[in-house]
């Protein structure tokens, strides 16, 4: 748990970024306390061009005043900097960390690319095409799954790990992207095992703590006045 001194948490974040509610998820999880700081993304504090000069962008987590960004490696860092706080993340024996990396970074590289996509487009070809993508990503993430959760339902097996916690943080917005498209991208009839997943996650405690914030109906309202009219730059 931080506390001590000089040790203080902060997390820069914006509501309804996915990336943000991953850090809020492993935090939620290892049970550390910390000060949340909402980020105005039109007009970027101080503090955040400061701490992330290089992207400038949200999530940033200050642990006794030092910055860490992108979201995989903050949640890294938090399994690590608290690891006495609660059970691991990730999987000890190396080889399943790398396939769990190897995971996060499908998951970033090829699912959230052209899903962000989908919510972006501005004709129903383009949104089609983009549609498509993701479904052919989401069919290789199935796999992805078999390998890792071992019969359990979960990336991390029987509890939850780094894999649950990187595409846990997107499951308000899976919910927020089918009321938008129409396109169920954990059709249980496609991928069943992400489908049940999904369910599964959507019950956990540490999912109800976090989501609390990001009801979908806003989510939805929030995509369409910002991400489609690209007001802002977010999510
Ligand atoms: N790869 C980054 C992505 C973070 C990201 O896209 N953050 C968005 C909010 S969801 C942001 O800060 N956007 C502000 C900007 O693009 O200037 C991560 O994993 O942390």
């Not at 993304?41 to 101080?46: A, D, G, H, I, Q």
């Not at 005043?65 to 190396?94: M, N, R, T, W």
């Not at 498209?181 to 049940?196: E, I, Q, R, T």
């Amino acid at each position: 748990m931080a506390g001590g001194k000089g040790e203080e948490v902060k997390l820069l974040g914006a509501w309804a970024s996915p990336y943000v509610a991953r850090v809020k998820l492993a935090l939620h999880l290892k049970g550390v306390s910390y000060k949340y700081m909402e980020e105005d993304l039109t007009n970027k504090s101080e503090l955040l061009l400061r701490s992330n000069p290089v992207h400038t962008m949200v999530p940033v987590l200050i642990h006794g005043g030092k910055p860490i960004c992108e979201s995989q490696v903050i949640v890294q860092y938090i399994d690590e900097a608290f690891h006495a706080a609660a059970k691991a993340l990730l999987p000890a024996d190396p080889y399943e960390r790398a396939v769990a990396r190897f995971w996060a970074a499908y998951i970033d590289d090829k699912v959230l690319g052209p899903w962000e996509m989908v919510l972006k487009a501005k004709t129903g070809k383009e949104r089609a095409v983009w549609a498509r993508r993701t479904f052919e990503a989401v069919d290789v993430l199935e796999e992805g799954l078999v390998k890792c959760c071992k019969g359990k339902g979960l990336f991390g097996g029987d509890d939850i790990g780094y894999l649950d916690v990187l595409l846990g943080g997107m499951v308000p917005w899976l919910y927020a992207t089918e009321k938008i498209s129409g396109h169920n991208f954990f059709d249980a009839s496609k991928v069943p095992l992400l489908a049940s997943w999904m369910e599964r996650f959507t019950h956990l405690d540490a999912a109800k703590a976090v989501f609390q914030e990001q009801d979908v109906d806003i989510l939805v309202e929030f995509a369409r006045s910002v991400l489609l009219t690209g007001a802002a730059t977010s999510s």
